[in-house]
């Protein structure tokens, strides 16, 4: 978890560096919002990162000395299957649809894209899978 922190930290560094320099020569607001908007996102993942490492110490994969036997066993929980993807998938593609094309477009798919995120985020609450 340490060297993602210090990924998306030089990240945040560069994208810092580049939207002052773009800043101070462009006239363009767009730029300057995307460049924005890159440095704290990349920001907020960084600092995601490093208190990730400061809560759970440090992974195998982060000391120098460590053997590849640390590193073996689970890494986490992934589901077997899940219909939620493909559902998320669908209602951003309708919503998206909908900025183009008409309004109930947007509602319709806000309305899968919110049963979907919904169904992601309980779907194993009662460790049942279902």
């Known amino acids: 978890m340490k060297a993602e922190g210090r990924l998306f930290a030089v990240m945040t ?6 939207g002052l320099i773009y800043g101070f020569w462009a006239e363009e607001p767009a730029g300057k919002a995307i460049l924005t908007v890159a440095f704290l996102m990349s920001g907020l993942i960084a600092l995601f990162w ?3 490492h400061r809560r759970g110490g440090g992974r195998a994969q ?6 590849i036997a640390e590193a073996t066993g689970p890494v986490g929980f992934f589901p077997a299957r899940s219909g939620y993807p493909v559902l998320t998938a669908v209602g951003v593609a309708v919503f998206a649809l909908g900025l183009v094309f008409a309004r109930w477009l947007i509602v319709t798919g ?3 894209l919110a049963y979907a995120v919904y169904g992601f985020i309980f779907q194993y609450r009662d460790g049942d899978g279902g």
């Not at 560094?13 to 580049?18: E, S």
């Open 50 to 52: 490093f208190v990730q």
């Open 13 to 18: 560094a560069f994208f810092a560096v580049t």
């Open 62 to 67: 982060d000391r120098k000395d460590a053997e």
């Open 110 to 112: 806000a309305l899968v």
